[in-house]
């Protein structure tokens, strides 16, 4: 993508720019400190090879002026050969600068592979967030088509009946509230997701959202005839109601749906060391060890051709389901059997 191509150079511009400041400013105090201590090493040389008298001439003076020799270099200049000096000089500076520029190469290299490494989870996030848009508006476009569709057939006939008007609009109805149901689903994992609104958090008995996702599933249980039994013992966690009843709503939802009419759902609650469990275990089509990495994904439905027939859905639930328990830092996991059923199982710290 064109816009992480120079973003990733721009960044790379950034390190190096600081890299060579840094390096650049330590070789001038090394350039300093150098030249000087040279200096110094030459004119002591100079010194020790003068003649005795000469030199105790020049201590004295020293001595008077009462300065210590080791901190203040020459104390008094000796005269050195300057020639020598600015060619020692100058090659120090050529070294300094051969070593500036190796650094500005390998800095180079090193920060472009820092930007890139810096730059991939935000590229990751976009490129979720594209596939996201583009899953979500494919599942608008079908009822959308399809209301269309059957809004122009209506239309071209000549003489439509009230009866036949109903029926478009009972049609057009129910996928309108498809759409609905689809986009208060977003809302949610939007909600979750995202984490904007700081939900209150109080102290809530497990058992209460069990209760509340049984009463809200109601009818979807009694359509299917299932038996829901449940072991649910008082256990407290720390969260928002409301989370938690819509998380095990979302794996009641799942139990049932995927379980053949007349079967029987289990809820169990336990409380371990550190942690809460909810268990929702079914003895439904159970899950292929292929699919289980990627049931928790946004849209992700497993075996589609087949469910997409037998069960209503968009895939989101599940990913909904993870949000909050992440939420909570909390975990969710699955055991499945395929043609024997899955167990779904939510751990909370309490
Ligand atoms: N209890 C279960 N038994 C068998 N398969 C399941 C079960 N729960 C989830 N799955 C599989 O995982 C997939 C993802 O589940 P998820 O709840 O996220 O989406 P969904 O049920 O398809 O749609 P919805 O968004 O309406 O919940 C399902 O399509 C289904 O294939
Ligand atoms: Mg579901």
């Known amino acids: 993508m064109t816009i992480f191509r120079s973003a990733r150079l721009k960044l790379t511009a950034w390190y190096l720019l600081i890299i060579m400041a840094v390096s650049l400013l330590f070789s001038g105090i ?39 020799l080791p901190f203040r270099g020459l104390a008094v200049p000796v005269a050195i050969d300057e020639e020598l000096f600015s060619e020692i000089r100058r090659r120090i500076a050529v070294n300094l600068g051969l070593v500036n520029l190796g650094i500005l190469g390998l800095s180079g290299i090193a920060s472009y592979f820092l930007a890139g490494r810096t730059l991939r989870p935000i590229e990751d996030m976009v490129d979720a967030q594209k596939r996201f848009i583009a899953d979500a508006s494919h599942e608008m476009r079908t009822p959308l088509t399809s209301i269309k569709s059957e809004i122009e057939v209506a239309l071209r006939q000549k003489a439509l009946t009230s009866r036949q008007a109903r029926s478009v609009l009972r049609s057009n109805l129910e996928e309108v509230g498809k759409m609905q149901g689809f986009t208060d689903y977003l809302l949610t994992l939007s909600k979750y997701e995202t984490g904007e609104i700081s939900l209150p958090v109080e102290p ?28 649910t ?31 029987a759902v289990n809820i169990r609650i336990s409380r ?6 909810l268990e929702v275990k079914d003895r439904g089509q159970g899950i292929k060890a292929s699919d289980v990495p990627y049931i928790f994904n946004r849209f992700y439905r497993a075996d589609t051709s087949r469910s997409k027939h037998s069960a209503d859905g968009y895939g989101l639930g599940l990913s909904i389901a993870k949000s909050i328990a992440g939420m909570y830092r909390g ?14 199982t939510v751990s909370l710290p309490v």
């Open 331 to 344: 975990d969710i996991a699955v055991r499945s059997t395929p043609g024997k059923g899955s167990t779904f």
């Open 30 to 68: 090394v350039y300093r400190i150098m030249t000087q201590e040279l200096r110094r090493g030459f004119g002591l040389q100079i010194l020790r090879q003068m003649p005795h008298d000469i030199r105790e001439e020049y201590l004295e003076k020293v001595r008077e002026q009462a300065i210590p």
């Open 204 to 231: 809530v008995n497990l058992r209460t959202s069990v209760e509340e996702a049984v009463r809200r599933q109601r009818q979807h249980i009694r359509n299917r005839d299932i038996t829901v039994n449940t072991q």
């Open 233 to 263: 013992p008082d256990v407290y966690v720390k969260a928002n109601p409301e989370s938690l009843t819509e998380l095990v709503t979302i794996l009641l939802d799942n139990a049932v749906k995927y379980s053949p009419e007349g079967s």
């Open 272 to 277: 371990g060391r550190s942690a809460a469990r």
